[in-house]
């Protein structure tokens, strides 16, 4: 088992571009959860998806960021313009019910940069 | 936003110690988890503790939950350098799987 996947590792941009974060869960697990985490304000849900339909996007800061799950097996977060403030480590996990709640799996992160 | 508080905020141990972290949070919950991070890489699930359990164990770990006290601690028995990482506790509750984490514990263990 590959573990969740997420590409690219590190990404440098400027301000104002657009930025496209990937993840490809775990096959099998049928809810994917976007985080952001930084120093400042620790880790914080975006948005998560269940069978691939967003259920809960109130995390999701502002219209600049969008995320999909075109089907099972990949899930994309965008940044379009993105800013400095959006720089921090974007992580992707994906669940499974396990013995009495959903213990989630995550990736080794996107550590976003703009500039 | 965050559910849970870790207290300490930071602890340094000498290996072969024990390690206790404690976790408080706010609204009802159907489980809390606690997970590891270590420095640059994603978060690992450790242990997970339902509402009607009391108390849990994963080999070194021991975990109690008092739903009373909305609180939650972690016991690390015999602490290794390897142990060295920040632990957060996540409650699920109040939505559809949706679990929330708190601030973190950074714990180092000295050889």
């Known amino acids: 088992d590959a573990g969740v996947i997420q590409s690219p590792r590190h990404e440098v941009t400027e301000m104002g571009q657009e930025v496209t974060l990937r993840c490809k869960p775990i096959s099998g697990h049928n809810s994917l959860f976007w985080y952001r985490q930084t120093m400042m304000r620790g880790l914080e849900l975006l948005i998560y998806?269940?069978?691939?339909?967003?259920?809960?996007d109130s995390g999701m800061p502002e219209d600049r960021f969008s995320a999909k799950m075109p089907n099972a097996s990949f899930s994309t977060l965008k940044i379009q313009p993105s800013e400095p403030r959006d720089s921090a480590v974007y992580f992707c996990?994906?669940?499974?019910?396990?013995?009495?709640?959903?213990?989630?799996?995550f990736g080794p992160g996107t550590r976003l940069t703009v500039t | 936003s965050q559910q849970g508080e870790e207290d300490p905020q930071a602890l340094s141990i000498q290996e072969g110690e024990n390690a206790t972290m404690n976790c408080s949070y706010k609204?009802?919950?159907?489980?809390l988890q606690w997970y590891r991070q270590n420095s640059g890489r994603g978060l690992v699930h450790l242990i997970l503790?339902?509402?009607?359990?009391r108390e849990k164990h994963s080999g070194r770990l021991r975990v109690t939950l008092d739903t009373s006290k909305k609180s939650s601690s972690l016991l690390i028995t015999a602490s290794r350098a390897a142990d060295t990482a920040s632990y957060f506790c996540?409650?699920?509750?109040?939505?559809?799987?949706?679990?929330?984490f708190g601030t973190g514990t950074k714990l180092q263990v000295i050889p």
């Open positions: 503790i339902r509402s009607n359990e």
């Open positions: 996990a994906s669940s499974l019910p396990g013995t009495g709640g959903w213990e989630q799996y």
């Open positions: 996540a409650t699920e509750g109040g939505g559809y799987q949706k679990v929330t």
């Open positions: 998806f269940n069978n691939n339909v967003p259920i809960d």
């Open positions: 609204t009802s919950i159907n489980n």
